[in-house]
């Protein structure tokens, strides 16, 4: 039998190709979407859902295991980036990031927990960042809410191993999507004390993003992972520079690793 999966933000970007992948090897995947009817080159089913929205997630999962009466591997991809100086930053564009990228999953979660006990299985795999690994200049909110899901779902494995499930984080460097396009850009301020400094680093990080790599290679980790009787605590998944920086960090004294990043961004 097919293991069922659900892929939230199932409809572009990294958890588009996922789908597409797993689909590829036979599983039923089913995605979300906050408007599923307006997307048409879908391979496989959309739910409507927003990770903002308890409702909107309860009835969603509900949905899935009405069509397919199991609930095997949950990816919880749904997330949006966001830049700017802190200070200038509006808080509620804050708040709507952590809802999206941490509070969003964390009730994803709670939602398909209770049919994975049923099942005494289950596999939930956050999708987080390496930038949640350090706190970036002028990405401070997206790192903290990264980094956040991080640290929920090491905290979250261990609660519900005795029950037969299985939780683990992948963190992916840059990845050639769309995700620049969706991201939460405080505006450069003519005059600012952040002006000049914030404006080169946008442009830097959106370079990035635009040289990144194939996200396929995400949905070929992602699959590794499902094949794996013991998942890890956690996977990263990108260029070696960017997976290097985690173990800079964890080597290098605080103020070195702080100056290798500032020249980084040129500050």
């Known amino acids: 039998m097919s293991k069922v999966v659900l892929i939230t933000g199932g409809s572009s970007g ?29 391979i496989f089913p959309l739910v409507a859902l927003d990770v903002r929205d308890k409702q909107s997630i309860v009835k969603c ?8 009466g199991r609930l095997d591997i949950v990816i919880n991809n749904a997330g949006v980036g966001i830049t700017g100086p802190i200070e200038e930053i509006p808080t509620e564009e804050i708040r709507n990031n952590f809802e999206t990228n941490l509070f969003g999953p964390i009730e994803v979660m709670k939602a398909v927990l209770p049919q994975m006990r ?15 690994y350090m706190g970036l200049p002028y990405r401070g909110i997206y790192s903290a809410s ?11 494995r261990m609660e519900v191993k005795s029950f037969g499930i299985q939780i683990t984080n992948v963190a992916p460097g840059d990845f050639a999507t769309n995700i620049a396009a969706g991201r ?5 301020v003519i005059g600012s004390a952040y002006e000049v400094p914030y404006g080169n680093t946008l442009k830097e ?44 960090k964890r080597i290098l004294p605080d103020t070195v690793y702080e100056r290798m990043l500032m020249n980084h961004y040129k500050l």
Do not use: C, W
């Open 205 to 248: 990080m959106d370079s990035h993003v635009d040289s990144g790599s194939n996200p396929n290679e995400m949905a070929e980790a992602i699959f590794a992972i499902i094949q794996t009787d013991k998942p890890k605590v956690h996977y990263k998944v990108g260029a070696f520079m960017q997976k290097f920086s985690i173990v800079l």
């Open 146 to 156: 990264k980094g956040a899901l991080e640290l929920i779902t090491e905290a979250l």
């Open 118 to 132: 049923v099942q005494k299985s289950g596999l939930i795999i956050n999708i987080t960042s390496i930038a949640g």
């Open 184 to 188: 939460y850009h405080a505006p450069v």
């Open 61 to 68: 999962v509900a949905e899935v295991i009405q069509k397919s």
């Open 14 to 42: 990294i958890g588009k190709s996922i789908g597409e992948f797993l689909h590829q090897k036979g599983f039923l995947v089913y995605g979300t979407s906050r408007n599923p009817e307006k997307i048409t080159n879908s």
